[in-house]
């Protein structure tokens, strides 16, 4: 039976079900797989048979016209009726497929059904984007403050002014008094140390670096201390890690299963680290992320430089900010249905979300779908937005992630690399053709040998037989052939080791591989950047209808968010055709780096002040709109956004500014009638009457076991350290070549391989980006420290350490490193007791006789120092910064 | 609570509950915070249910092989399939009947093909959704629709909200434990059971079949008892000198408890775990002497014990995505059976003989179906079948679900749901709904706005599957 006939038969048993007539030619047109169907030929004559007594004219029922294709997008009430090319999930094909619709009168036969479906599945031509937006929901009340630029006010009066040192104590002192508070006294110069080494570089400073403090008597001590710190490069390395949290930095492309590395990433991270170091100008720190490669001209210089200049390779990494977002892509995505709506477009939502959450502080992806429901923040504004970006990432021409990347060279370089690599080739050829002459000649030279050991009756007769073609041989030799050939040819995988036997081929061989490695050694091979780079000619960017990507609207040009206040507007235009790049990211970078921007600055000095205070100004550093946090000091806020702007956009002004000050020089831990004065008022310490007591992060934390273990090495910068899931499920990093131990921020982080310390203290696992960390406080935290391997090594590196520098004060050398004060004498005695009946009970342990060893003992009594160590590294004081 | 606290309630939320404890509808940051208070919470409503077991699926099961009879498949086996049906990628040919005969059980006569002999004797306990569709055809995100709600990465997993929910009611132990296959991990590996935006406290812990339940739950090298407890004594006297120096601070006395408790669940998850004081005939039951059956078969028997001991939630996986039957869908499929059924079954045995099925809502499925045509890779036994997202069945038992029915219908042929079609949020509403909570009203507050399992779904409880 034919399958058409089958196919007859299908369809008819189904009829039995939904009796209804059909029409051979329906069938046939849904049947040829080369007819392509149109909503005017195939899909209207349904329509007007079974759906237009409803869904036509003036009023259509539910708002949902079928019989115009321009109208089928928009939809009606319930939303679009189709969704390009995805039948299954389009409503008008739901409902007829559920026959639901029509509700009276003859359902969809099981061909029209089938009809409809295909036309969809084809990609539903005849239908054009939508033609009109529904923008009841716009918000356009720009009343929120964050939506107007900062103003810069007049440094208010106070009554007791003796304690102010900045501007930012006035601004605090300010509002303590209104509410009758105060500051607390200064926090103790150790404390200060501390939290000072924790704030700028995120490890604990040295016994030399105590003391070094504590001798310097000069006016402007602290000063020094706090401009040391902020030029050590550790400082980019603490401050850097803050920076890949907004900016969703990962070593992963996310998404899928196979979570597929990246090894170009780390040359961001490293960029981002440099940019702290070397208090790079926010504006300009920015403009390079978003448009590095517009702004210092990269198509030019690649064009016409011999090589590229330095701020142009800087600026290519910089764009690796708008790489950071999943990109599973790969070459054979091309195949998937729908891969824009799947895997594109996602990447594209991330990027943006990014964008504005890092930067500005909006929760923008609220109106991919429709409108902000709470800020000003219109959907067609989201889509300008997104059109910044779609001449470089093009949902319809999509790069797979791995190829979208740009090389350390220019084109005149990587002309004359090519030209020299053919030679290069050529030349390997050469020699590898001549190694494989000198194979075949031996070859035929264990042939000739072996053939010796043939009895030499036959000899002959076998040579001349084996020699013929196959064809060519007679039934005689034919049987000489099949019984000798194999014995006396070596095959293919018997080759190499028959050769081996034959030493002037393996000297000639060696010297051939040799030069053929050599040779290879020649090529010139270019460094490669993780970039993100327009690609040439006009980009299409729809409003998406319900932020579907099948439900494409109109087309909108790039553009901003309408409703901020800024004094320069976003200014593009378009450029010629020949165009490389179309500048439409650098004008967005420098309409968000304008001085008086809204949002830029404050958002900044916001996350500054987060990172010092552990709360923002705002909050919800995440989202100062409508629906986020109001600021506990609006007017500090806009004196610290408007100070940063006119230092030039210095982060490290702004620490200055802060680290300087009293309000963050406070004592955390305050007196009793302090703190129940200021609780009753204040129980959350907006006002911030005293420092907060902080818990160290993810990163310090670690860190910091290394570091007063002795054993984190001081390597900067280049490709991370891998990281291993161990049998048990424990994910560790490996040891390489820089040393077992580099700092968290060389980790390598794979998004589904967290790094086991590191998760388990609330190191975000990348999703989009992390704008704010959790801090928990949960067991399996006290069973990680307590148990974990990681921490026995590194408290038995800490009583090697403190036994090597101190042998006969193991005990205040221990305390002294992990909490940067001097033990008291209560605690020494409770220690060194605890380290005495601890090595008693280590020795208990051994026999009789070894327990009198001199080894046994220094061992036991090494093992009581350990655990010593241990515990000082779990304690609350280690975990907690005053 | 008293006045010293000086986090916010959402901050103190997100941080405290001795590291395991529940939270939290925007009740008492007072039961709440404390670790020696009991965690646990009521919900919006008189639940049915107090402990979720998750049987997840890794792979998508082929609905029309196990809960879908569909003769029409078997009759036009080999044909291609209509146009209302056919592929919408082409990357199958012609209709597959099941191999498998179906057989109608209990006294329902609720129908499972041959291969799932033990389940099937609780026919009369379970429900069978058989209009499910997902909105993905690639695992990873049909396996964040059916876990988080959509298919979007970073979303917590269902076992997050109910321990962000409801928390535990032992609080030695984790309110979620996830229990992955030894032999390797499961397709999306940790996030199987992340708690995505909600705060790391609420995301699964992995108890492991062998050796320390938990990682870190003890050193890899033993210490004796005295070392131990010595240093536990020193870490509590340095704790203490430094809490005497900042009276009132919340937190410092929340980790002092988290070290507390991790010596409980010492104790606690080692108990919880230890197989052996089972009867012989338990663990026969489970499958345990059965090399096949086995490695199952203890994660069931574990999850039975979790539940017993108060875990909010258990979620049981296998490695990789066996019911992943692209090729072999016939052998794969019976091969899935051959691991699970007779565990499954045990499970089920049980929990109903110790009174706790009742109380315990055991979910069955995975991220999605397979084809009904067969995607035709070399001879016919080797067939095998494609993702399947338009229309595919799960299965839910105890936990007051009316057993003994199916609910909701593909079409003839398997491919598209067309009778109460089931979105997952409708399911994720009703899994709610039976342990007391709504979810409309379950929230979290996340990039400004407040975020819930069903998002932007209108969704709905099933009635018609509750008793």
Redesign the interface.
Known sequence: MNSFLLRLIAVAVMLIRLPAPHHAGELLAADDPKAELTFENDILPIVKAKCIRCHAGVEPKAGLNLTSPSSLLTGGKSGAALRIRAAESSLLYEMVSSEKMPPVGQKLTAAEKGILRKWINDGAKGVSNAATLDRSDDVTDTDHWSFRPPVRGAIPSVRNGERVRTPIDTHVLKRLEENGLGFAPDADPLTLLRRLYFDLIGLPPTPDEVEQFLTDTQPGAYERLVDRLLADPRYGERWGRHWLDVAGFAESAGILNEDRALPLAWRYRDYVIDAFNRDKPYDCFLQEQIAGDELTDYWTAFETQDRLPDDVVEGIIATGFLRTASDPSRPDFSTIKNAEAQYFYPTLFDTLQIVCSSTMGLTVQCARCHSHKFDPIPQVDYYRMQAVFTTAYRPEKWIPQMNRRLHIASKKEKEAAAKHNAEVDANVKQLSDEQAALKSSFAERIFEDRLKTVSEEVRADVSAAVKLKKEARSEIQKYLAERFEKKLRPQDKDLDAALATYDDFKKESATLTAKIAEEGQRKRLFDEVRALYDQPGEAVTPVLLRGDPLTPGPLVQPGVISTLTTAKPFEWTTPEAAAKTSGRRLAFARWLTQPDHPLTARVMVNRIWMHHFGTGIVATPHDFGVSGASPSHPELLDWLATEFVESGWSIKHVHRLILTSTVWRQGSRVSAEHRSACEQIDPENRLLWRQALRRLEAEPLRDTVLAVAGTLSDSMHGSGQAVARQKDGEVIAMPDSQGPNRRSIYVKILRLNPETMLEVFDQPTIAVNCTKRSTSTVSTQALTLLNSDAMMKAAAAFAERVLAERSDDPVGRAVLIAFTRPASSDEQTLLSEFVAEQTSRYLTEKAEAERQKPQVKAESHRKAVADLCHMLMSANEFVYVD | MD??????RR?AL???G???GGLALGTLLGQASLASESPSLTGHFQPKATSIIQLYMHGGPSHVDLLDPKP?LT??DG??????V?D??NRTKNLMGSPFSFRKCGESGLEFSEIQPFVSQHADEIAVVRSM?T??R????AIWMAQTGMT????PTLGSWMAYGLGTENRNLPAFVAL?DPGG?S?????NW?S??L???YQG??F?EQ?SP????????PR?A??ES??AA??R???K???T?????L??E???E??E??GR?QLAATDALDLSDETAETQKMYGLENATTKSYGTRCLMARRLVERGVRFVSLFMSGQPWDTHSNNNSGTKNCCLRTDQPVGALLTDLKRRGLLDSTLVLWGGEFGRTPAAEQRGEKASYGRDHH??GFSVWLAGGGIKGGQHYGAT??FGY?S??N?TQTANLHATILHQMGLNHESLNWHH???DERLTD?YEAKVIEELLA
């Open positions: 006045q010293s606290n000086i986090l916010t901050e997100d941080r405290f001795a590291g395991f029409m009759k036009f044909t291609a399939p209509p146009d209302e056919a919408d990628e569709f909105e993905h690639n695992h990873e995100q979007t990465a970073g979303r992955p991990p397709v999306d590996g940790v996030r992340s995505g935006w705060p790391p406290r812990t992995v492991r050796g938990i990682l870190n739950l003890q050193p890899k090298q004796s005295a070392i010595a240093r020193l870490l006297k340095l704790n000198q430094h809490l120096g900042r009276p009132g601070e937190e410092l929340a980790r002092i988290t070290f408790l991790a669940m997202p338009y079409d003839d598209r067309v009778e079609r990039n400004g706005r932007v």
